[in-house]
């Protein structure tokens, strides 16, 4: 039998079970649409409105209201009994209509993992899946069904608080993380709803709530791709942002939420406010009342009410006097119901109301916590290689109040985190120094906000008598995360005066930042020769810490930001247009500062390893590319050091020449690869063509033809091993997929 036949019956085969599936899927759809309708048909207005509205555990939240049908989803209940007495009451309601049941499950339920930024620091799709699907596994154990997260917010300004909810400054790493994200919720058994949409990272002055000011091709180009990241990886929901863009409040943007969203995407689920969100549009001066608030809302593209109760409150009598169709309404019921259907919530059974989280964390999340977060810690700077810990090192002092803060480890939004479940890093060290014969003494110089240096004596001596110190300092827990931005990033209270007096001891000196953004060193990183950023990195903290310190295991982390020189950088990112004057030294009539290094201190992409990768032989596989085609780029990665270790492999291109001016590099592709000491591999990134391009004000996209720079390397500031040439110009219509996402290839 001739080979091509066998081939073209296969082949017939495959499309045949393709077309197949695709009959399967479509019926199932259809299926599911006329359950959705005929559950729409028997519903009374009331109880329409009602599954508009989403209550928190507590006030205002009435039992009765959940028998009456007066709530379609609540928040807060992170609990099995408190889950199991809702459904109780569900199906005492006359439709039965199933709740979902939401909590800010952002790193971890019960087991703790790093925060976010953190996590991205791993560059590693495979680990935020990973550390998603065990938060979502503990966390539906109990009867969550549905994760305010991940945060796709994209953000360049270190002194906004909630940048340690997301992936840092690049909308490629993060449409690749927040991807990741979803899907690991949804295999954990999570809803994801995606927030908060759109360009909430960005608020003028760094200051949480404030307004944002993002021209729609930026929008386009830098803060939508992990939105539309996460639509596409099968997010369930969406949740309004709280600013407003260009004067426009998030929640009453038709543009974004029924322009964008819902015609361009073709996204079929649901968006929720913020909390009270649709109420603060009175705030913003675009509405008088709750009244036109929750009309504004839902005929923008709200479909669901987080604790305002203006959509229970109004929406009825809105509906009765026209201003908002029934239509509108019933599309966004329809909406809500279909994620249910989707979700399979009217066919689960009951929650068993015996269940509890203390069954967590299990020896199995404890450890994929650890491997998570060894994974993020980002070695800045290793001078005269004090770590890791030498052998023969007698005794190490661990100096500082983070040292041993397990509630603070543990960061904002930490579920049901326990602190005594968490290893400090104190106890990490410990335990690990214990097993090489180590004494550790702690002193912590401060209290936890060092506002004092009464405790630094006691602290000086235990240092002189180490051989190492080990200086914890950083951000406690309430220095980040929602409302909690800062206008000066310089370490907090006494703690710089702490360090400056811990380097002149003269004794080897390792520093240890935990904290949900980089924070400005000063004087510190020329005092202090090795430098590791843990982040807030959960439950098993500590001992990551201790297999990092110890040599057990090589950092590989990278960072997601820009780390800034000072505070009156921000914000600061790579990605950065050029300039009419780009930077030459000692030329002030450049783009510069006269007082500070217009660069960073430690560029995006960053991290050091124990080991030392070097690499060669770039190469790009077509110099002319067309439309459908891959920018083929491979690079030979050694390791020359002694050490196994892993090495981020990151692509970054360039349109230097475009009809409008385009940035100085963007990532494109990267790959964790894995090496041996004294191993060799051949890596392969492909990206598609298609990619390579930029919007227009009206979200239409254009790879214009030209050369496209490439550059590769270990960080942001990677050397350029060649161009490619675009042959022709690619036009894409707002409303039309286009190919997305690179292919990596190691050998």
Not at 162 to 173: A, K, N
Not at 219 to 231: E, G, K, N, Q
Not at 367 to 390: F, I, S, W, Y
Not at 464 to 474: E, H, S, Y
Request: charged share 20%.
């Amino acid at each position: 039998m001739r080979l091509s036949y066998v081939l073209g019956l296969g082949l017939t085969s495959l499309f045949l079970g393709i077309s197949a599936l695709s009959v399967t899927c479509a019926s199932a759809q259809e299926s599911m649409e006329r359950r959705v309708n005929d559950l729409l048909s028997q519903m009374t207005l009331e109880e329409k409105v009602g599954q508009l509205n989403l209550v928190s555990h507590g006030p205002p939240l009435r039992w009765e209201d959940i028998s009456e049908g007066k709530a379609g989803a609540v928040l807060n209940f992170n609990s099995a009994p408190d889950v199991a007495r809702a459904q109780e009451l569900v199906r005492q309601s006359r439709l039965k209509i199933p709740l979902l049941f939401g909590l800010d499950v952002l790193h971890g339920f019960r087991t703790q993992f790093p925060l976010p930024l953190g996590e991205a620091a791993a560059f590693s799709p495979r680990v935020s899946f990973l550390a998603s699907e065990w938060a979502a596994k503990e966390a539906s154990y109990v009867g969550v069904n549905w994760t305010f997260a991940p945060m796709a917010d994209l953000s360049r300004d270190s002194r906004w608080g909630r940048i340690v909810e997301g992936f840092g400054e690049d909308p490629y790493l993060g449409s690749v993380l927040t991807a990741a994200r979803v899907e690991g919720f949804r295999k954990g058994g999570l809803a994801a709803a995606a927030k908060h949409f759109a360009g909430y990272g960005a608020p003028q002055g760094g200051r949480d709530y404030d307004t944002t000011y993002i021209p729609r091709a930026e929008m386009y180009d830098t803060y939508l791709p992990p939105f539309r990241a996460a639509v596409e990886a099968g997010t369930a929901s969406l949740m309004a942002a709280f600013n407003a863009n260009n004067g426009e409040p998030s929640t009453a943007n038709a543009w974004l939420l029924t322009d964008v969203l819902r015609k361009q995407w073709g996204f079929d689920g649901f968006v929720t406010s913020d909390w009270v969100g649709i109420g603060e549009l009175i705030n913003h001066g675009v509405a008088a009342d709750g009244a036109e608030a929750a009309r504004k809302a839902i005929l923008a593209g709200v479909d669901m009410d987080m604790m305002g109760q203006l959509y229970i409150n109004h929406l009825p009598d809105e509906v009765r006097a026209g201003r908002v169709p029934e239509s509108v309404l019933d599309e966004s019921v329809r909406r809500i119901l279909r994620t249910k259907f989707r979700l399979g919530l009217f066919d689960q059974p009951a929650i068993d109301s015996s269940r509890t989280d203390a069954v967590f964390p299990s020896a199995e999340s404890r450890k994929v916590a650890r491997e998570v977060a060894r994974e993020t810690l980002v070695l800045l700077q290793n001078r005269g290689d004090v770590l890791p810990v030498k052998p023969g090192t007698r005794s190490i002092a661990v100096i500082g109040p983070l040292a041993d803060a397990p509630h603070d480890q543990m960061g904002p939004h930490a579920a049901r985190g326990h602190t005594s479940d968490g290893v400090s890093f104190l106890q990490g060290i410990r335990q690990r120094a214990q097993k090489a014969g180590i004494a550790v003494q702690h002193a912590p110089a401060c209290d936890l906000f060092c506002r004092s240096t009464e405790q630094l004596p006691a602290a000086i001596e235990a240092a002189k008598q180490a051989d190492l110190i080990v200086a914890v300092f950083g951000e406690a827990q309430e220095f980040s995360g929602e409302a909690a931005s800062r206008a000066h990033l310089e370490l907090s209270g006494k703690q710089t005066e702490i360090l400056q007096a811990l380097a002149d001891t003269g004794k080897p000196i390792a520093l240890v930042v935990m904290g949900g953004r980089p924070q400005v060193l000063g004087a510190i990183a020329d005092r202090i020769p090795s430098i590791l950023m843990a982040w807030y990195p959960g439950t098993e903290g500590g001992t990551a810490l201790a297999d990092v310190l110890f040599g057990d295991y090589n950092p590989s982390g990278k960072l997601p930001v820009s780390w800034p020189r000072a505070t009156g950088q921000l914000p600061l990112y790579y990605n950065r247009l050029p300039s009419s004057r780009p930077t030459i030294p000692n030329n002030r009539f450049t783009l510069s500062y006269i007082d500070e290094a217009i660069t960073p201190l430690y560029p995006f992409g960053w991290g050091l390893s124990y080991t030392q990768f070097a690499y060669s032989d770039a190469a790009v596989a077509s110099k002319r590319l067309d439309a459908g085609q891959m920018l083929e780029v491979s690079v030979t990665v050694a390791n020359k050091g002694a050490r196994p270790g892993q090495e981020v492999v990151q692509l970054y291109t360039r349109d230097p020449v475009a009809s409008r001016s385009r940035p100085l590099r963007e990532l494109k592709a990267f790959e964790k690869v894995s090496l041996n000491a004294g191993e060799t591999k051949h890596v392969t990134l492909k990206v598609p063509v298609e990619s390579l391009g930029f919007h227009a004000e009206d979200g239409s996209y254009a790879v214009e033809a030209g050369a496209i720079q490439v550059f590769v390397g270990g960080n942001s500031l990677a050397e350029q091993v060649g161009e490619a040439e675009i042959m022709n110009t690619i036009r894409i219509p707002p409303d039309e997929r286009r190919a997305s996402g690179a292919t990596n290839i190691v050998q």
